[in-house]
């Protein structure tokens, strides 16, 4: 499968838990983002890298998440401290130019 | 006022029927556009850009007023399979603001 692959699918986590999600992106594509879908939402927006580099995190909800991509290749979200409204799906899109974007299957996180 | 916004609907119509969704935007400086498909529970998909020239897939046809600001998605003959939540989405350039989606227009195709 060469599309872009998120792991966990689901997570369920108690409050004040940390987790962290990863996104393997199409091999060749350079841009990955990060977005969060709520509930009768569209996806939001909340971080971006090309290559290694990211270029956008202002957006990010706070400074609880932090998202990270080392070698320009897999990239992984991480929410510290969790609470309850972090409750959504986190969705991670790849892209090799500022069009065609391809989002995985998303990560579902529930905290209780 | 929300950067894109939609009609959440839901819309239900009969197969056979045409449906148009609208959408607006408020950045004027906004240079590309899409609608997406997302089917419950799953990622979002790409539909199809749209060209302020206008352009049409199949039994889709996409329109776009940047006077107005304004997107529009039409599907002719509609099938069951067309039940989804259609998101309008605009891309302000440059790649780093990521692309902004509208909430969706939900829409239910009955038999």
């Known amino acids: 499968d060469t599309g872009v692959s998120q792991d966990p699918r689901h997570k369920i986590t108690k409050r004040g838990q940390n987790v962290t999600f990863r996104c393997d992106p199409i091999?060749?594509?350079?841009?990955l983002y990060w977005y969060r879908q709520t509930l009768g939402q569209g996806p939001e927006f909340l971080t971006y890298?090309?290559?290694?580099?990211?270029?956008?995190k202002s957006r990010l909800l706070s400074d609880r998440f932090s998202a990270e991509r080392p070698k320009g290749s897999f990239s992984t979200l991480e929410i510290q401290r969790t609470e309850q409204g972090d409750s959504a799906m986190y969705l991670c899109?790849?892209?090799?130019?500022?069009?065609?974007?391809?989002f995985g299957s998303g990560t579902r996180l529930t905290v209780v | 006022r929300k950067e894109v916004e939609q009609d959440p609907g839901p819309f239900n119509v009969p197969e056979g029927a045409t449906v148009a969704f609208n959408c607006t935007y408020s950045?004027?400086?906004?240079?590309?556009f899409f609608w997406y498909r997302q089917d419950c529970r799953k990622e979002p998909k790409l539909l199809m850009s749209?060209?302020?020239s206008g352009n049409e897939d199949g039994r889709f046809t996409a329109q776009l007023n940047r006077a107005s600001q304004y997107i529009s998605l039409l599907i002719r003959d509609s099938k069951l399979s067309d039940s989804a939540t259609y998101l309008c989405?605009?891309?302000?350039?440059?790649?780093?603001?990521?692309?902004?989606f509208g909430k969706g227009t939900h829409l239910i195709i009955q038999p």
């Open positions: 989405v605009v891309n302000k350039g440059g790649g780093a603001d990521g692309l902004t």
């Open positions: 091999s060749e594509h350079n841009r």
């Open positions: 749209v060209y302020s």
């Open positions: 890298f090309q290559n290694e580099a990211q270029l956008e």
């Open positions: 950045n004027s400086a906004s240079q590309s």
């Open positions: 899109a790849s892209s090799q130019s500022r069009f065609g974007y391809t």
